[in-house]
Each structure stands twice: as structure tokens, then as C-alpha cells.
């Protein structure tokens, strides 16, 4: 390689400028790029100082320009652009610099912007194409430098304003964790189906203190019905069965009361089928195995709730019928054929059925706050939730499966979109649900989402489909708000997702507002007043065991500050109202539908960040 001599005038400093200006990286390419230079030019019987010079120049700005744009996959692609560009002008110039056979011939507006003129060609001609390349490489890479110096700015004002988001995040699932008494979360958030956060707090294991990490495996609970949706519009897409095919056809010894269910009604919510998770004494027995068939059982001879599609109401039957027509149409267990089709294509390693037996090195511990202390939940047999929430995953493996939505790999646009559609019932009115997703807006920002709650874990996938953002929670503890959590992670990204306050309207009805108050005092209490718990039979069966079910967490929210009505009107010969409860520790919306009698036939609660 020609070395610069004392005499190199404004080149002497040339180790001095490697020295101040280089990574091992930009000097590398810049020495590689000036040996290259330097044969070039000593094939067109160029030496000493005049290649060294051109060489020089050419060599230290694609390295600056390595350097600045800090990778070698980008070093690689700058320096093949600037040499393309290079040949290209070069080319160009060698095709201009021939003399035309017409000089009369009018120049085109290229040979203009190059400064072709037909007086001046026997200059040009007296250039080398190969200098004129080395030329305007060297300006090609200079261009680049400044381009790369932008870029550097730019990527250190993201960089910082990443930052700046992470330590919200941090702070915010802080506060969250501690509020709500929750021993381990893993957060993600991905824009465009690719991960720029992912964070994992506390502890999978607290008694052994063991770290949550993404690879940290979570019992999915009913996220795991997005899977199974998916797995049925596989098998629609394969010709094995259609969205309104009669279950009946498809599954033999079902009731005669379900002969007009399809497909469609189970993935959507809205065949009328008794939810069998709401049967009372389900919950009393968590480590029983049962059957799919025996789960049928428990609602078999149950009245229907309503006829198909008429209305809308969760039911985990329907997705436990969803698994059994997998199982029935593939001939391989749920979780097989779930591994075979979507698991293993996505790379999704540590997504399974959830078995109790297996050894999962990563496997975390569900927990649950008594209100006092934190304990270890109760395990629930997998075989109880079996399709529709008997999955376990990680949050590298959600990260995938977020990717494959975004990217349309395992179902293709117009499946997902019917996915993603909103029911529409027989009357014509929308329900909030698609195929396995909640269907909703948040400020009118659309919202797939879908959360899953099982003793000792709590999870939530939300994404929302217009900002192209999506953030997945998974903790380890009984009612532990995963979904309340990514609401919160998505408004440190999106502030127009900001809970927009709702003031008080006037109380008119101080009777029932009273009424419903005593009752969410005794709830938080553990006491049951029958007065104020005043249900239908068929919410009574629901709600009550629900109720009790969670009273260690209503405990910890601390006393009633102030319960005030923000909604009130006549739907469904009855009255549906909401209320905003000030409590010590805890700010809740409580939502009451009530009949023409002024009994509780359904009731939700939304607790706010």
C-alpha cells in the first residue's frame, strides 16, 4: 500500500486522522476501500502521490461513513451503493466522451447536466473514465458522509426518546406491580409485528427466587381461544368444514337443543350455550381431570340462554366444542395439531398444551394476594379449560406469534379480516367480538384484544390495528389486571389513549344508587346481605361465586370513599346505570344491568389506572 510521505503537504496528518477518527471498524474499510483505489489507479498508469491522494479521500469517507452509520450490514450496502453510482456516471461520461458521428447533433438533457457541450468534447476526452469514477466516488462519499451524520442524529434523538419510554415503562409497571401486588410481569411492545421493548419484572418463582424472564412460560388462560380461532379458520381454509356448518353434523351425541349452533355461533359467542365454567361448584374442584365430553355434561341438559345469534354471551363451552371438532376433523389431539400448524412453523418453542406432569424448566408459579400476603394459587387441571384456555407460552413466543398477525404468515388478510370483523347478531345490532378477539375502540382507536384469567395468572394481548402497535402482558397472579397493565404500557406510546374523565350526572334515583352501593360495601366486606343482593336466579349463579371468588381482591382496594352515578338509562325492558367508586387504594366503574323489577342480571367492574 503506497504510504503518504513528509512531503504530502495536507495528507501528512493521515495517521493522525485514523487515530482521531476511527473505530476499528470505519479505519478497516477505509484502508480496505484505499488499497482498492490505489490498483485502480495504477492500472490506468497512475502512482505515487496523485493515487495516494484520490485514494486517500475516497478510503477515509466511506469509512467515515462506516463509522457513522455503526454496522456492517450498513457499510456493506453504503459502499456498494456508492460504487454503483460510481460506475453508473462513469459509464455515462465514457458513453458522452465519444465523439458523436453527427456534430451537429443537439445535446439531451443529461449530457447538459453533465456539461456535454460539442466544443468542449476534446477536453473531455482527454479524462480517464476510471479517474472520473474515482472522482466521483470520492463525492458520492463525501454526499454519504454528510447523509450519515443526519442519520446519526436522527437515530441518537430515537435512541433517546426510547429510552425515555423504557424508563416509563419501568416506572409505570412498577408502581402497577406494586399496587396490585403482583410477583412477576413480562411486558412487550411491538410496532409493525417487530419487538422495540420487551421487559420482564419480579419474580416467576418468589419462593426461589427466581427471575421472570421472556423466555418465562405463563399459563395463557383464555388468550389461548385466539389459537384455537385461528386453528378452526385453517381447517375452513383446508375444505374441511364451512363457518356455518351445524356442530351437530360434525360432532355426534350433541343435545337436540343445539342442532341450529354452527361453527361460526361457538367462535363468536352467540350460540346460547350454557357456560360451563359458571355451573355452581365448577370452581370447588380445580385439580379435577375431566373430558371434553364431560365437560358437555355439566351444561347438557341446561336450557339454552337464547336461540342462536340472537344474542351475545361469553361461554367457554363453545370453545371446548371448537377443540373437540379439531380433534374430531384432524384426528390428533388439540395440542398436536396446534403444535404441527401454528408453533412450529412460527418457531414458537415453548408454546404447548399446558401438562401438569411435564417438567418446564422455565415454567412459572401462579400466586394469588389474600389480601394480606401472597400465596400459592391453586393449580387447575389444563384438561378443565382444555381449547379454551389450556395453553402455556412465553413472551419471546408471543413476540413471534404477534409477528406471524402482522405479517399475514399463517392466515392471509381476508381470513384475519374476518376475524377481526364485529359480530353481527340476528337483528342486525353488533356485538363486540370477532372470531377469538374483542372487537373494540379506545378514543377511537380500534382495538383487537383479548385477555385470560386462571387462578394464579392473568394475561392480555392488545393490539391496536390502526397505530400498528401491540402490547402483551403476562403475570403470574390470580386477577392480576394484565389487561388494565397494557392499556396503561400502550398510553406511554399513544397519550391519545388517555382516560378521558367522565363527570357525575344527577342522581334522581337515590333508592337504587343506595341499594347498589350497600351491596359493593358488603362485597369489599365479604358480606352478603340477601336485601341488597337482590339477582336474577340466573345471575345469582354466576355472579355470587364470582363475587366470593374475588373478595380477597375487592378487600385490598381499602374502604368507599364516594360512589357516584355517571350513566343511567332504559335498555332491554330494564335499566342499565354506571358508577365511579372512590375507594383508599383503588378507583373502579361499575356497571349494572338490571330488570324491570330492579333485580341484578348482570354486573361488570373496570378498574382504572
Known amino acids: 500500500m503506497i504510504q503518504p510521505t513528509t512531503e504530502s503537504g495536507g495528507h501528512a496528518g493521515y495517521e493522525?486522522?485514523?487515530?482521531?477518527?476511527g473505530s476499528k471498524v470505519h479505519v478497516a474499510l477505509a484502508e480496505a476501500v484505499q488499497e482498492l483505489v490505489e490498483r485502480a489507479y495504477a492500472d490506468q498508469g497512475c502512482t505515487g502521490e496523485e493515487a495516494f491522494d484520490a485514494a486517500w479521500i475516497t478510503g477515509l469517507s466511506v469509512g467515515r461513513l462506516a463509522g457513522a452509520l455503526a454496522g456492517w450490514h450498513y457499510v456493506a450496502f453504503?459502499?456498494?451503493m456508492l460504487y454503483k453510482a460510481a460506475s453508473l456516471l462513469a459509464e455515462v461520461y465514457g458513453t458522452l466522451s465519444a465523439s458523436p458521428n453527427n456534430p451537429d447533433r443537439v445535446p439531451n438533457?443529461?449530457?447538459?447536466?453533465?456539461?456535454?457541450?460539442?466544443?468542449?468534447?476534446?477536453?473531455?476526452r482527454t479524462g480517464s473514465p476510471m479517474r472520473f469514477q474515482i472522482t466521483a466516488m470520492s463525492v458520492c462519499a463525501v454526499i454519504g458522509v454528510w447523509f450519515a451524520q443526519a442519520f446519526h442524529e436522527t437515530r441518537a434523538s430515537e435512541t433517546s426518546k426510547s429510552d425515555s419510554l423504557s424508563a416509563g415503562v419501568d416506572d409505570y409497571v412498577s408502581q402497577f406491580m406494586k399496587r396490585h401486588h403482583l410477583p412477576g410481569v413480562s411486558v412487550a411492545v411491538c410496532r409493525e409485528g417487530t419487538a422495540i421493548l420487551t421487559k420482564s419484572y419480579g419474580h416467576a418463582n418468589v419462593e426461589h427466587r427466581v427471575p421472570a424472564t421472556e423466555e418465562t412460560v405463563y399459563q395463557l388462560a383464555s388468550v389461548t381461544k385466539t389459537f384455537t380461532a385461528s386453528a378452526i379458520m385453517l381447517l375452513v381454509k383446508d375444505g374441511e368444514f364451512a363457518l356455518d356448518d351445524k356442530i351437530s353434523d360434525r360432532l355426534s351425541d350433541l343435545p337436540r337443543a343445539w342442532e341450529a349452533v354452527t361453527v361460526r355461533h361457538l367462535l363468536n359467542h352467540t350460540s346460547g350455550i350454557k357456560n360451563y365454567t359458571s355451573v355452581q361448584g365448577f370452581n370447588k374442584t380445580p385439580g379435577k381431570d375431566f373430558t371434553p365430553r364431560e365437560i358437555l355434561d355439566l351444561v347438557a341438559t341446561a336450557p339454552m340462554d337464547f336461540m342462536p345469534g340472537e344474542k351475545w354471551l361469553y361461554s367457554n363451552t363453545g370453545y371446548v366444542l371448537l377443540g373437540m371438532l379439531i380433534e374430531k376433523t384432524t384426528g390428533k389431539p388439540y395440542g398436536e395439531f396446534m403444535a404441527e400448524r401454528v408453533f412450529k412453523p412460527l418457531g414458537m418453542t415453548h408454546t404447548r398444551a399446558n401438562d401438569l406432569r411435564v417438567i418446564l424448566t422455565s415454567?412459572?408459579?401462579?400466586y394469588q394476594w389474600d389480601g394480606k400476603t401472597l400465596r400459592n394459587a391453586e393449580c387447575v387441571s389444563p384438561t378443565q379449560p382444555f381449547a379454551a384456555g389450556m395453553l402455556v407460552s412465553t413472551l419471546s413466543d408471543l413476540i413471534k406469534w404477534e409477528a406471524a398477525l402482522a405479517g399475514r404468515t399463517i392466515l392471509d388478510e381476508s381470513t384475519l379480516e374476518r376475524m377481526w370483523a364485529a359480530t353481527r347478531l340476528n337483528d342486525g345490532k353488533e356485538a363486540g367480538y370477532g372470531f377469538g378477539w374483542e372487537v373494540s375502540k379506545v378514543n377511537d382507536h380500534r382495538l383487537l384484544s383479548h385477555g385470560g384469567a386462571i387462578p394464579g395468572f392473568s394475561t392480555e394481548i392488545a393490539r391496536f390495528i390502526d397505530d400498528k402497535l401491540t402490547v402483551i402482558v403476562l403475570t403470574n397472579a390470580d386477577g392480576g389486571r394484565a389487561d388494565g397493565l397494557a392499556r396503561g404500557v400502550a398510553r406511554l406510546y399513544l397519550p391519545?389513549?388517555?382516560?378521558?374523565p367522565v363527570e357525575p350526572i344527577a342522581d334522581n334515583d337515590a333508592q337504587t344508587t343506595e341499594r347498589l352501593r350497600g351491596m359493593f360495601e358488603g362485597a369489599l366486606k365479604g358480606e352478603f346481605d340477601e336485601a341488597l343482593f337482590l339477582f336474577t336466579d340466573q345471575a345469582k349463579t354466576k355472579l355470587i361465586p364470582a363475587i366470593k371468588a374475588d373478595q380477597a381482591r375487592l378487600a385490598s382496594f381499602g374502604a368507599l370513599q364516594t360512589f357516584q352515578l355517571l350513566e343511567r338509562k332504559e335498555q332491554n325492558q330494564g335499566l342499565h346505570v354506571q358508577y365511579q367508586a372512590v375507594l383508599e387504594n383503588m378507583t373502579v366503574k361499575l356497571t349494572f344491568d338490571l330488570d324491570k323489577t330492579g333485580r341484578i342480571r348482570g354486573a361488570g367492574m373496570q378498574l382504572e389506572d
Open 16 to 21: 493522525e486522522e485514523k487515530r482521531r477518527n
Open 78 to 80: 453504503s459502499v456498494l
Open 109 to 124: 438533457t443529461l449530457e447538459i447536466g453533465l456539461g456535454w457541450h460539442p466544443d468542449t468534447q476534446l477536453e473531455k
Open 363 to 366: 415454567r412459572a408459579q401462579g
Open 496 to 500: 391519545a389513549l388517555a382516560v378521558k
